[in-house]
């Protein structure tokens, strides 16, 4: 494995610091927090670590509206506490992977309040201005990503400005070469302090088309989803391209973009030698339910038809990254719902689905991502009121839903599903007061459930959510079946099979087969290489070759020569 890079050998732990662990009773997480439970992660096979932003920030939309790109936000610390951090995540070979958010500042940063003072101040045009239309409207019909128009209007300069996510997060200008130098210095900056890396948020949108035009409208508002109008715009590589050359060349790390809308077969232009970066994020296997974009209020919810979307989008970007770039595996992030319940109906048991994840999430080829919780199995939650979410965009999309005529018993539903704080919960360590998280009053609310699914009371189980990922992060790692895992080819069996996901990684003289059931029928599989093969991992006691009860996972290893 002296060809592999030390990303590719290693699991990544993304950690969302506002609910990972607080340390002062602000009720909110903090870096200490995270430096505190170092050991735990290394627990999971973690040689990196990705920090959601810890930036200074007004927090609109919990730190993805940055006002400093260089500064560490007080209610997370300093920024001794910062390099701190870093020196003991690599006392522990862990690499500390910062979050860079590109395509948009705070409009509390001063680059915008300069902007925004007068079209013939220094940073004018550092940010996406337009003219109103003759009537005085917003000069496109697009709908942002958090809901309601994408266009805001300034007084002092007369101009509305672009927004693709929040009213407090205004697009920058990337047409401007002191924009991009801006931002490379601030990157540049994390690498003299010595971060492993970076996770770009929302790439797919710093190129703006060259005319700004309306586009047909998809909801009742009578505007357009702005991803549609200007997500991955040509000439969006030249720009990423120089960003390679200006900050990631030269470096032992990597880079993971968020590229939302990127498709499977592009993934050769965006990734490997001659791509702009190491691993993409790409959403095909998480857009299942949207089929006409990510609109909560028009979504499928789980019906059986997203298994078998589910195979042939991860089989494609297993194939697309074979001989080009790496893939990196993920089932959750701060933005999506949990796991546990995205591939499944309702009735299935929360760990079982867990681990079935956790087999293919750790078997796969790539790099793989566990979220903060997803290794205890936790599950959406479900609260009485739009009111108690915290989650911008969950009110948005409530609000759209209404417009398209839910009821708000209906539209709160859909937030249940999807909510982005169904993944922003507080950590669950202990059986105790706030689940060990805070001894202040949580900044979210903690699970109801989180005694028996707490990292406690878990680690002493041997069957539990937790043991499982130890257990698979080990036979990834260290275990016979590592050098399979980590750089084994990928092979798709049962393809035409509705109900079960298999597939195979072989490498030398080794195999590894993985054998899941997404239903809650018991379903028997033919695969005649498994009569020579040993079972190494099973999410069920006393497991059969060729059969697979109700939800349950099959790993096996087989000798081939």
Same mark, same amino acid.
């Given at each position: ?28 997480? /903090? ?37 400093? &790109? ?81 266009? #805001? ?11 693709? &996510? ?145 195979? #042939? ?30 591939? &499944?109906? /309702? ?115 041997? /069957? ?9 992060? /080990? ?27 298999? &597939? ?58």
């Amino acid at each position: 494995m002296d060809k592999i890079k030390w990303w590719q050998k290693t699991n990544v732990y993304q950690v969302y610091p506002k609910s990972f662990l607080d340390t002062t009773g602000s009720g909110t997480g /903090d870096l200490n927090g995270v430096t505190e439970k170092l050991d735990y992660l290394k627990t999971l096979g973690t040689g990196a670590i990705w920090l959601t932003p810890v930036y200074p920030s007004p927090m609109v939309d919990n730190g993805y509206d940055i006002a400093d &790109f260089t500064g560490i936000d007080p209610s997370y610390g300093t920024m001794a506490d910062m390099e701190r951090l870093i020196e003991e995540a690599k006392r522990r070979d862990i690499k500390i992977v910062m979050d860079l958010v590109y395509n948009h500042s705070s409009d509390q940063h001063p680059w915008f309040i300069d902007s925004a003072s007068s079209r013939d101040s220094e940073h004018s045009d550092w940010y996406i201005w337009r003219d109103a239309k003759p009537d005085g409207s917003a000069p496109t019909n697009w709908r942002s990503i958090f809901g309601g128009s994408a266009w #805001k209007w300034c007084e002092a300069r007369q101009q509305y400005y672009l927004h693709t &996510f929040a009213e407090a997060q205004p697009d920058l200008n990337w047409e401007n070469p002191k924009v991009r130098q801006a931002l490379y210095d601030a990157a540049n900056f994390w690498l003299d302090k010595g971060v492993g890396g970076f996770r770009i948020d929302a790439i797919v949108y710093i190129k703006k088309p060259k005319e700004f035009v309306d586009g047909e409208p998809d909801s009742e508002d009578g505007l357009v989803n702005i991803h549609s109008m200007i997500a991955n715009t040509p000439g969006i590589l030249d720009f990423l391209h120089e960003f390679k050359e200006k900050v990631f060349k030269g470096h032992d790390i990597f880079t993971v973009a968020e590229a939302n809308g990127v498709e499977p077969k592009d993934l050769p232009h965006w990734v490997g030698e001659k791509g702009a970066f190491d691993m993409l994020f790409e959403f095909s296997h998480m857009n299942l339910e949207f089929p006409k974009g990510e609109l909560w209020g028009q979504a499928t919810g789980y019906t059986p038809a997203v298994i078998p979307g589910l195979k #042939k989008v991860l089989t494609a970007s297993q194939q697309a990254t074979a001989e080009n770039g790496w893939y990196p595996i993920f089932f959750e992030n701060h933005d999506q719902m949990r796991c546990t319940r995205h591939y &499944f109906p /309702d009735s299935a048991p929360k760990d079982l689905t867990a681990k079935a994840m956790a087999s293919i999430l750790l078997t796969l080829r790539g790099t793989p991502f566990i979220y903060e919780g997803q290794e205890l199995g936790l599950s959406n939650v479900a609260w009485d009121s739009i009111e108690d979410y915290n989650d911008i965009s969950s009110k948005g999309q409530y609000a759209l839903a209404l417009e398209e005529g839910k009821t708000p018993e209906e539209a709160l539903e859909i937030v249940h599903r999807y909510s982005r704080d169904n993944a922003r919960t507080p950590m669950q360590w202990t059986k105790g007061k706030n689940a060990g998280f805070s001894v202040g009053t949580p900044w979210l609310p903690v699970h109801e459930e989180f005694a028996s699914e707490c990292v406690e009371t878990e680690a002493k189980e041997e /069957d539990s959510v937790l043991s499982y990922y130890r257990r698979l992060a /080990d036979l990834r790692q260290h275990g016979e079946a590592a050098g399979v895992l980590i750089q084994g080819d990928y092979e798709e069996l049962l393809k035409d099979n509705s109900s079960l996901m298999a &597939f195979k990684r072989s490498f030398g003289c080794r195999e590894v087969y993985t054998v899941v059931n997404f239903t809650g029928e018991e379903q028997e599989y033919e695969l005649p290489e498994l009569e020579t093969a040993s079972l190494e991992v099973a999410s069920l006691e006393e497991s059969s070759k060729g059969l697979l009860r109700p939800f349950e996972a099959q790993i096996y290893i087989r000798e081939t020569c």
